[in-house]
C-alpha cells in the first residue's frame, strides 16, 4: 500500500492505520501486534516514541496500558486524512474488488457523503455477474482487515437496468447521491442505465 512506502516503518503504518481512521479507537499493544502479525516489542517501541513526540497517548486501566491517537495534536488531522486515504476502507476495497466479474463497484451511503461517525458502516453497490455470495465474501475479508460492517448490495446489469427504467426510489436515491467508485466510473454507471 501507498501508506506503507510513505512511512516506512511497518510498526509505525500499523500504529497509524489502527489509531488514525477518524474512529478514535484505543488498541492494546499485544492485541495489535497478534492482529498485524509484527512483535509486540516493535510496535510498543513505536508507540513509546509517538507518544513522546506527542502523535499517541498512553491510557492506563488498571496494570493494562492501552494507546490512542492524540487527537489534540497539530498533526492529528492530516494524520487522518493520510490513512483514510491511502490505507482507509476504500484503498481495502477497491484492492478486494479490482480482479472481480463486475462492472461497477462503488461506496454510498454516509461514507460516500462525508458524514459517516466512528460507528457507521460502509455500504457497496455491486453491478455485474460475480453475485452476493463472492462480493459478501470480499466485503467480508475487507471488514475483517479494516474493523468495519461492510454491507453490499449487489444487482445484475439485467436488473438494475430493469429497476431503474421503472423508477425503483431506492436506486433513483443512490444514483443521485455521492458515491466513491471502487471499480468502474460515473460514466461507466451510466452506460449501464
Known amino acids: 500500500m501507498v501508506i506503507d512506502i510513505l512511512i516506512g516503518s511497518k510498526g509505525r503504518v500499523a500504529l497509524f492505520t489502527a489509531l488514525f481512521d477518524g474512529r478514535q479507537r484505543r488498541t492494546h499493544i499485544r492485541e495489535l501486534a497478534r492482529n498485524v502479525g509484527l512483535s509486540a516489542p516493535s510496535l510498543m517501541r ?4 509517538l507518544v513522546k513526540i506527542g502523535l499517541l497517548r498512553e491510557e492506563k486501566d488498571g496494570n493494562r496500558v492501552d494507546y490512542c491517537a492524540n487527537v489534540d495534536s497539530p498533526l492529528y488531522p492530516a494524520l487522518t486524512e493520510l490513512v483514510q486515504k491511502t490505507a482507509g476502507p476504500e484503498v481495502a476495497l477497491r484492492e478486494a474488488f479490482a480482479d472481480s466479474d463486475n462492472d461497477v463497484v462503488f461506496i454510498y451511503g454516509s461514507r460516500a457523503k462525508g458524514c ?4 457507521s458502516d460502509c455500504d457497496v453497490f455491486v453491478v ?6 463472492k462480493a459478501a465474501a ?23 437496468r430493469r429497476r431503474i427504467a421503472s423508477g425503483d426510489r431506492f436506486l433513483v436515491d443512490v444514483m443521485s447521491s455521492p458515491k466513491i467508485f471502487l471499480k468502474g466510473s460515473e460514466d461507466e454507471l451510466a452506460g449501464l442505465a
Not at 455485474?128 to 455470495?133: I, P, S, T
Open 128 to 133: 455485474g455477474r460475480e453475485g452476493l455470495r
Open 116 to 119: 459517516e461517525r466512528a460507528d
Open 138 to 160: 470480499r466485503a467480508g475479508e475487507v471488514a475483517n482487515r479494516v474493523g468495519i460492517e461492510v454491507n453490499p448490495y449487489v444487482v445484475t446489469q439485467e436488473e438494475f
Open 46 to 49: 513505536e508507540a513509546k516514541s
